[in-house]
T-cell receptor, first 115, second 111 residues
Framework: EAGVAQSPRYKIIEKRQSVAFWCNPI?????LYWYQQILGQGPKLLIQ????????DSQLPKDRFSAERLKGVDSTLKIQPAKLEDSAVYLC?????????????FGPGTRLTVT | RKEVEQDPGPFNVPEGATVAFNCTYS??????FFWYRQDCRKEPKLLMS???SGNEDGRFTAQLNRASQYISLLIRDSKLSDSATYLC????????????FGKGTHLIIQP
């Protein structure tokens, strides 16, 4: 079974630029999450989707971050404009919540450096 | 959103030793508990779920104390390959069930 795919793997941008990350979850997983992991910390949830609807975006900095999952499969996370403190690894995870399964499967992440 | 606290370490442990990690969580309504393992520059991967009755998987034993809001992980006969960061993770349940992670405990197994 293919895992969670993310691209790009690495991105370097200057502050105030825009950037977008893409995630393709495990086939059939209706629940998708985006996490931000700053160096030395655990991942922090940014947003949770159930199919194409947002379940929780309480920790998403909505003035600069946006995310969508239009067809309930792939998702994109955008930052516009980026700040230095956005430098982090952005992890996408998916879960087969409809079958009551607990485990979240993480993708390899996109490592963002803002200079 | 509530907190998960754990000692960041590093724990330097000789190969073959037993090592224990603990963490505490602040939300008494939390419903699910996990330990994830994260290798350097890799994504987190589920190590084991933690149940109130305690559970064991080979050399790994996890315990949950709901009254004290405390989770533990015990690794017996540690191997060099156990070197990693161990993340204590809580799911507060309900419709919004994103995970709340601790900062992780860094374990180094020394030959």
């Amino acid at each position: 079974e293919a895992g969670v795919a993310q691209s790009p793997r690495y991105k370097i941008i200057e502050k105030r630029q825009s950037v977008a990350f893409w995630c393709n979850p495990i086939s059939g997983h209706a629940t998708l999450y985006w996490y931000q992991q700053i160096l030395g910390q655990g991942p922090k949830l940014l947003i949770q989707f159930q199919n194409n609807g947002v379940v929780d975006d309480s920790q998403l900095p909505k003035d600069r971050f946006s995310a969508e999952r239009l067809k309930g499969v792939d998702s994109t996370l955008k930052i516009q404009p980026a700040k230095l403190e956005d430098s982090a690894v952005y992890l996408c995870a998916s879960r087969d919540r409809d079958r009551g399964l607990d485990e979240q499967y993480f993708g390899p992440g996109t490592r963002l450096t803002v200079t | 959103r509530k907190e998960v606290e754990q000692d960041p370490g590093p724990f330097n442990v000789p190969e073959g030793a037993t090592v224990a990690f603990n963490c505490t969580y602040s939300n008494s309504a939390s419903q699910s508990f996990f330990w994830y393992r994260q290798d350097c520059r890799k994504e987190p991967k589920l190590l084991m779920s933690v149940y109130s009755s305690g559970n064991e998987d080979g050399r790994f034993t996890a315990q949950l104390n709901r009254a004290s809001q405390y989770i533990s992980l015990l690794i017996r006969d540690s191997k060099l390959s156990d070197s990693a960061t161990y993340l204590c993770v809580v799911n507060e349940g309900g419709g919004a069930d994103g995970l709340t992670f601790g900062k992780g405990t860094h374990l180094i197994i020394q030959p």
